[in-house]
């Protein structure tokens, strides 16, 4: 069995993490191992002090082609005892409680469990090779991280229904059409637009960072009157810490950076 630390590789620069699933072989399908490597690496990255952005891809092929199903058969309680369905799955509870906003670059398939893990991130860029597709229905199972939920805001409902109850593929350029993709890249660029994106992130301030990653996401779970309200409290709450005599330095950088584009 692989160790935790071979099947995810997390790299550190300037501030932005880059994690990589680690299974090329097996397309990187989610075992034991590869689930509870995810967990740890998020829930340690959660506490960290220097990065400020996380980038999530995966190596070979392809994103993550979901639940191994050959571990799963050679291992039927792994879902409920390892992995876990639903809000307190370990998986569930180390992505969506990490205060760092998750990037991800869709390389390859993202299938199912691993469709479900790109839509933990908080915007994803895919290259032209990418595919996303939901097929629990297929092999008849339910959505346990989200998807059933997430897909429907993300994509509209009815195109949620065609995905998950037809259980097709759909490419990098529809996925865009649709809301699910902010940006399709070359496979050759993928990782360089999508790191600079994330070094974007990481160079803003990082409370404000946190703190709006964190609203947007709370806020999203709400109806429009009483996001309205949350961000007034958080905001007043907010700017009783802010340091207004750095701003002036950062908006002069932001005006140096929009004079050179």
């Not at 908080?122 to 032209?128: C, G």
Request: overall charge negative; glycine content about 8%.
């Amino acid at each position: 069995m692989e160790s935790s630390m071979s099947v995810v590789t997390v790299e550190e620069r300037s501030g932005v993490a880059l994690v990589t699933l680690n299974r090329p072989e097996a397309n990187n399908a989610l075992n034991r191992a590869l689930s509870e490597a995810i967990t740890a690496t998020f829930t340690e990255l959660a506490s960290s002090t220097t990065v400020r952005a996380i980038v999530l891809t995966g190596a070979g092929r392809s994103f993550c082609a979901g639940v191994d199903l050959k571990a799963l058969s050679d291992e039927p309680e792994m879902l409920s005892t390892g992995m876990g369905l639903g809000p307190a799955s370990p998986i569930v509870v180390a992505l969506e409680q990490c205060p760092q906003p998750i990037i991800g670059a869709i390389n390859g398939a993202a299938v199912t469990g691993g469709f479900e893990l790109a839509l933990a991130c908080d915007y994803l860029f895919a290259s032209t090779e990418a595919r996303f597709a939901d097929t629990h229905a297929r092999v008849g199972i339910l959505p346990g991280w989200g998807l059933s939920q997430k897909l429907t805001r993300i994509i509209g409902i009815n195109r949620a229904r065609e995905m998950s109850l037809a259980g097709d593929f759909i490419d990098a350029h529809r996925a865009e059409a649709w809301g699910l993709v902010n940006r399709v890249c070359t496979p050759e660029n993928l990782m360089d637009e999508t790191l600079a994106s994330a070094a974007q992130v990481a160079d803003g301030d990082a409370n404000a960072v946190i703190a709006l990653k964190a609203l947007m996401n709370d806020g999203a779970k709400q109806n429009l009157g009483d996001a309205l309200m949350l961000e007034g409290e958080r905001g007043n709450a907010f700017a009783k810490n802010v340091d207004y005599s750095q701003m002036g330095e950062r908006l002069a950088a932001l005006r140096k950076r929009a004079a050179k584009k």
